[in-house]
């Protein structure tokens, strides 16, 4: 998802770092709002943080014949909050940018908007609607981290498509982005998804009561709790 | 380990061998570039350039692996910790 360095001309790559921003700057007092009131949560924000880090760096082979790598934001998003799972994405996304030439300065607003705000968006509107179907835990984490991950690249799509679009318009270079990049993603998606069903019920087990006392996830907690009472 | 962890992990395997059983033959290369090159095609020109870029493909990879090991080196250090916590108890 990966919008390369001065591939977004003015006044694109203003407007998205300007949202961008915005919602990161949001982020940053969640961040310390939360570090204030729960200090036993920043191992939890270091793990969030380093999830993100390990799959947007795994570059996967996908059933296209290509390669492209997960994005990690969507748990971050189930267990802060879409905009903290910002602030780690936007960091990830800044390692890469200046150590990798991956991504680029230029378009770190745009990047971290997809990566960043829409893919946690997602995973985290998901997540309350399984929550209120009453889905069972693991097919909500699986979902919305699923769900959040094809979905920043759907944004990249539309993003490109919105500078770049063909002769027959806006649609049309959306669908050309989209089969490049969301049908790439679909098979990493799912395997995101499993892997945020690994470290929630880890963290679930482990950790129930940190993250209930966060606030930001409802879990239907008594068996895990009980299991996870210290 | 529950059965559903252990069938999730083999689907997972699956998913990123399929595509070799599949299209043994393609490039593999990055979705990212393969964007790139169709929006060059169409005559656009970047007017910005990475500040720095890894030297070669080699050093490349290195620091891919370091991102991925630093994340991999706080997950594990996590796990570890609050499993030793509980084992302690």
């Known amino acids: ?230 | 380990m529950k059965t559903k962890h252990i069938i999730l992990i083999v689907v997972m395997v699956a998913l990123f061998i399929v595509p070799f059983i599949i299209s043994p033959s393609a490039e593999y290369g990055g979705a990212d570039s393969a964007v790139e090159e169709l929006i060059s095609n169409q005559g656009y020109e970047p007017w910005f350039s990475p500040i720095w870029e890894p030297p070669s493909s080699e050093i490349e990879s290195l620091l891919f692996a370091l991102q991925a090991s630093i994340g991999a080196i706080i997950i594990g250090y996590f796990v570890g910790f609050e499993k030793g916590k509980r084992a302690k108890k």
């Open chain 1, 1 to 230: 998802m990966h919008i390369m360095e001065g591939f977004l001309p003015h006044p694109w790559w203003e407007i998205w770092y300007v949202i961008s921003m915005g919602i990161v700057a949001y982020g940053v007092y969640r961040l310390s709002r939360v570090t204030k009131k729960l200090p036993e949560a920043k191992p939890l924000l270091a793990l969030m943080g380093a999830f993100i880090f390990v799959l947007s760096a795994l570059k996967l082979p996908s059933v296209t014949g290509s390669c492209s790598h997960p994005t990690g934001s969507g748990l971050a998003a189930v267990i802060f909050g879409p905009a903290i799972a910002s602030v780690l994405s936007m960091i990830a996304l800044l390692f890469q940018a200046l150590l990798l030439a991956h991504g680029g300065l230029t378009t770190l607003g745009a990047n971290t908007f997809s990566m960043g705000i829409v893919g946690p968006v997602v995973a985290y509107l998901i997540w309350v609607v399984c929550r209120k179907a009453r889905l069972p835990t693991s097919a909500g984490i699986f979902l919305a981290a699923t769900l959040g991950d094809l979905f920043t690249y759907v944004t990249t799509s539309a993003q490109l498509a919105l500078v770049f679009p063909t002769a027959a318009g806006f649609f049309d270079a959306f669908l050309k982005f989209g089969a490049i990049f969301a049908i790439t993603q679909i098979p990493l998606a799912i395997g995101e998804g499993i892997l945020a069903i690994f470290l929630f019920d880890f963290l679930a087990k482990y950790k129930g009561q940190l993250l209930a006392a966060i606030k930001v996830i409802s879990l239907p907690i008594t068996a895990h709790e009980q299991e996870g009472k210290e």
